[in-house]
Nanobody, 121 residues
Framework: QVQLVESGGGLVQPGGSLRLSCAAS????????MGWYRQFPGQQRELVAA???????NYADSVKGRFTISRDSAKNTVYLQMNSLKPEDTAVYYC???????????????WGQGTQVTVSS
């Protein structure tokens, strides 16, 4: 059984910063890709940022230059540093990971439970 546990969401003023964390646990052999998605009310989830096992990041145009994704492979953890936050960044943020497990032997995408980020004065 694999779990992704997120933390770090909350309320912040425009221009402020937040750091999200997501830790994976379970019978994990390897984590190939980790990323963050967000979902606005009434809309589908959209990719915010992703990072490969080699550390190569990819960002949505709307967050380039403001958000930074990083990972600690030893801790099976991915982070999202969000700076210069705007009210339009308000959403539920979800962690996502492509994980290879040993029991059973399979490769699957897993999701965290989501964490609310609210940017408001």
């Amino acid at each position: 059984q694999v779990q992704l546990v997120e933390s770090g969401g909350g309320l912040v003023q425009p221009g402020g910063s937040l750091r999200l964390s997501c830790a994976a646990s379970g019978s994990i052999t390897s984590i190939n890709l980790m990323g963050w998605y967000r979902q606005f009310p009434g809309q589908q989830r959209e990719l915010v940022a992703a990072i490969t096992s080699g550390g190569s990041p990819n960002y949505a145009d709307s967050v380039k230059g403001r958000f930074t994704i990083s990972r600690d492979s030893a801790k099976n953890t991915v982070y999202l540093q969000m700076n210069s936050l705007k009210p339009e960044d308000t959403a539920v943020y979800y962690c996502n990971a492509r994980i290879t497990t040993i029991l059973p032997i399979q490769i699957m995408y897993y999701w965290g439970q989501g964490t609310q980020v609210t940017v408001s004065s």
